[in-house]
């Protein structure tokens, strides 16, 4: 007889422990899109800082592997380099430094400053 007592109790409680129920219609929420990020053909490579504004989003480092015996330039891995800048906010670069990897020389080190160019 007691657990019927402590299971009435629990279902009484939680009932009302509910809150009533808005008495008004929803409010629409319109959500604000997020801004778009620069496809790769608008990531820009400089060469030296701009003398526009613009916001300077930290330097990167990445590695690039290319299998077969010659070691990779720049300009073979570009397209792969203006995705990750674009991944990581920017439209324009700087590279700071470029070097193949003595160990393994299928490896491309590139330290690249990535900067937010500001649209006039």
Sequence with gaps: ???????????????????PAPNGPAEA???????????EDRVQLLTAYPTT??????????T???PGFMTPSLNT??????AKIR?????????????PDRADKRLLHVSA???KLKQP
Excluded: H, W
Excluded at 53 to 62: A, C, H, N, R
């Design 87 to 99: 991944q990581a906010g920017g439209n324009a670069f700087l590279v700071v430094d470029q070097s």
């Design 53 to 62: 504004d613009y916001d300077d989003l930290g330097t990167v480092q990445y």
């Design 77 to 82: 891995v570009m397209a792969e380099l203006k």
């Design 64 to 66: 690039f592997f290319r």
């Design 1 to 19: 007889m007691n657990k019927s007592l402590i299971i009435a109790l629990l279902t009484l409680a939680g009932c009302a422990s509910n809150s």
């Design 29 to 39: 929420v319109t959500p604000t899109p997020a801004p778009a990020a620069p496809t």
């Design 113 to 115: 400053e990535v900067l």
